[in-house]
């Protein structure tokens, strides 16, 4: 089992930034694939009952008040505040809208693509934020066991992943204890994948305003 300096140690290669770089495209690629589908059959079934078609043919959904809605319907994970269980009562409903086309679109393409998501950002961010240290010589200091919260964000991303899955796949009326666990996941998910991410925008933001202020090497002979 590597121990945190080591892991250090070899991320002091610069093929990390390219690992780096070519892991933040893959993430807006799977980001795009997952969500826009997503997004788009949860706006659809706000507009097909705000027209008098009912969302979902399940009685609870009756109550749901997607037709009262003033603002865009987002997925479980797009909230960082965490959910109710009405709100999630909301979010099935709409997923059971137009022959469960939301539902399909979730189960099918939301939650592979998810988890393969935060199997990429959780090691690139600590990858880069150790380069980074390396960078500064701090490698050694307490600070490279801020690597650990990307990877703890990644871990609690894929439990989350797994509970939504299954309030998901149970479809309406959402249990209220799966839904405050799987609410109280996504806020401590939300907070160590943000406060690592500043963090390490921060360092990488002054790396190269360093690099960049750094005089040039004299040339030889002069």
């Known amino acids: 089992m590597p121990t945190i300096a080591q892991i250090a140690e070899?991320?002091?290669?610069?093929?990390?930034?390219?690992?780096?770089?070519a892991a933040v495209a893959g993430m807006v690629a799977l980001i795009?694939?997952?969500?826009?589908?997503m997004y788009s059959a949860l706006q659809a079934a706000v507009a097909l009952e705000k027209a008098g078609k009912p969302a979902a043919s399940?009685?609870?959904?009756?109550?749901?008040?997607?037709?009262?809605?003033?603002?865009?319907?987002?997925?479980?994970d797009g909230r960082q505040g965490g959910y109710t269980a009405d709100e999630a009562l909301q979010i099935l409903c709409a997923m059971e809208a137009d022959g469960g086309a939301g539902k399909a679109a979730y189960l099918?393409?939301?939650?592979?693509?998810?988890?393969?998501?935060?199997?990429?950002?959780?090691?690139a961010i600590a990858a880069l934020y150790l380069y980074l240290l390396r960078a500064y010589g701090w490698?050694?200091?307490?600070?490279?066991?801020?690597?650990?919260?990307?990877?703890?964000?990644?871990?609690?991303?894929?439990?989350?992943n797994?509970?939504?899955r299954t309030i998901v796949f149970a479809g309406p009326p959402p249990d209220a204890a799966r839904v405050d666990i799987a609410?109280?996941?996504?806020?401590?998910?939300?907070?160590?994948?943000?406060?690592?991410?500043?963090?390490?925008f921060a360092f990488l933001l002054w790396y190269l305003i360093r690099g960049a202020?750094?005089?040039?090497?004299?040339?030889p002979g002069t």
């Not at 795009?32 to 589908?37: D, G, I, K, N, R």
């Not at 399940?58 to 479980?76: D, E, Y």
């Not at 490698?139 to 989350?160: F, K, N, Q, T, V």
């Not at 609410?183 to 390490?200: D, E, G, H, P, R």
Request: net charge neutral.
């Open 10 to 21: 070899w991320c002091s290669a610069p093929r990390v930034v390219l690992l780096a770089v």
């Open 32 to 37: 795009l694939a997952a969500e826009l589908p």
């Open 58 to 76: 399940v009685p609870q959904c009756a109550s749901a008040g997607l037709a009262g809605r003033t603002s865009p319907l987002t997925s479980f």
């Open 108 to 123: 099918d393409f939301h939650f592979p693509m998810d988890m393969v998501f935060a199997l990429i950002y959780g090691p």
């Open 139 to 160: 490698h050694r200091s307490p600070l490279r066991y801020l690597a650990l919260l990307p990877l703890l964000g990644c871990m609690l991303d894929i439990a989350e």
């Open 162 to 164: 797994l509970i939504v």
């Open 183 to 200: 609410s109280m996941i996504t806020v401590a998910k939300y907070a160590l994948v943000n406060v690592s991410f500043v963090v390490t």
């Open 213 to 219: 202020l750094r005089p040039a090497p004299a040339p």
